[in-house]
């Protein structure tokens, strides 16, 4: 069933223009979602109704078919809040000074935004081992820190918070521009309680105040076991910290030395081991190195040079943990004595 965009609007029928938009901006002041008394689908309601009623031609249409024909679905406008606006939603001519009330302050509405401290990247250098088994970092920084006394709060410890006198707890001051609309509330962030609405009874000693402290910060970091090079760790709320905000956070690059002994693919490690012409012949048992250390393992007799033998399981450990390969060069020998030349020529080893 089409809606009756006169009742929507609790107007008569054939109202005038003006009665219409009286209407609708009494309508609108009292359903804006942003304030106490909003309701943001019967303020979606009402912009549609006055879409189509301010406008002859929609009107017209309305009056006779009890719909309009500008596409499906019918009518632009009324996303949530202020977004709407842009989306085509409401003339903002017809608005005129409801946008001091709804910029401005008064209802209940969203305080201010606190700010934000910056983050902090710096980078992290691991030895390979470190890489593999995790590690405990010491990280020191100089930055805006949290007070150390007040923990970040600017109250001395024991003392209670109060409203802030500047801005009456809101968190925000207002200030009225003059515009082509008329004027305009906008709001700015206290500047005595940054945005909090309290301040300290007695302020504290050590930051007098203002809750953050520049220096040097020595953090324990662990570093999980299995990261990456190149990879980033965040350590949350260690940038930099903010007065009557939240601290930013603080990113680790990881760097990690390379191996003489590994090489890493994913969580597949590879080794390479030398081994003599006749070991390679004739089969061996070798120690290679692992994670856990020197390792038996078996060279099948006959191994050419670039195979690679697999160790299960003994690769990086993870949720899928990765094997590690041993990959085999055989060394021709280069000199050889008279005896050791004598044998091999008679064994004219050939195949
Ligand atoms: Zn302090
Ligand atoms: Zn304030």
């Excluded at 209940?108 to 980078?123: E, F, L, N, Y």
């Excluded at 943990?321 to 004595?337: A, C, F, H, N, R």
């Amino acid at each position: 069933m089409p809606k009756n965009y006169y009742n929507i609007l609790g107007i008569e029928k054939g109202a005038s223009k003006d009665e219409i938009k009286k209407a609708f901006r009494k309508k609108a002041h009292q359903y804006h979602p942003d304030k106490e008394t909003g309701d943001e689908a019967k303020f979606k309601e009402i912009n549609e109704a006055y879409q189509v009623l301010s406008d002859e031609q929609k009107r017209a249409q309305y009056d006779q078919y009890g719909q309009t024909f500008d596409g499906a679905g019918g009518f632009p406008g009324g996303g949530a809040g202020f977004g709407g606006f842009g989306a085509g939603g409401i003339n903002i001519d017809d608005l005129g000074d409801m946008f001091g009330d709804f910029f401005g302050g008064g209802f209940g509405g969203s305080r201010t935004r606190t700010q934000r401290g910056q983050d902090i990247q710096v980078d992290v250098s691991l030895t390979f081992k470190e890489s593999i088994f995790g590690a405990e970092k010491e990280i020191s920084l100089t930055k805006q820190n949290n007070c150390n006394r007040c923990g970040g709060v600017g109250a001395e410890p024991g003392s209670s918070m109060k409203t802030c006198g500047t801005c009456h707890g809101q968190g925000f001051e207002v200030r009225v521009q003059r515009t082509m609309l008329g004027n305009m509330q906008t709001r700015v962030t206290c500047s005595t309680c940054h945005g909090t609405g309290e301040v300290p009874e007695t302020a504290c000693s050590n930051c007098d105040g203002a809750g953050i402290e520049h220096g040097k910060k020595t953090l324990r970091v662990d570093i999980p076991a299995g990261v990456e090079h190149g990879m980033r760790i965040r350590v949350r709320g260690e940038g930099e910290a903010v007065q009557g905000g939240q601290a930013g956070d603080l990113y680790l690059i990881v760097h990690i030395e390379r191996s003489r002994e590994f090489v890493r693919h994913g969580n597949d490690l590879f080794v390479e081991v030398k081994i003599g012409f006749t070991q390679a012949a004739l089969g061996d048992e070798i120690e290679v190195p692992t994670l856990d250390g020197k390792a038996k393992l078996k060279i099948p007799a006959g191994i050419q040079s670039g195979e690679k033998l697999r160790m299960r399981g003994k690769g990086v450990r993870g949720s899928r943990p990765g094997d590690q390969y041993v990959v085999i060069t055989v060394v021709t020998p280069k000199k050889l004595s008279k005896k050791q030349r004598k044998v091999l020529a008679e064994l004219d080893l050939n195949e």
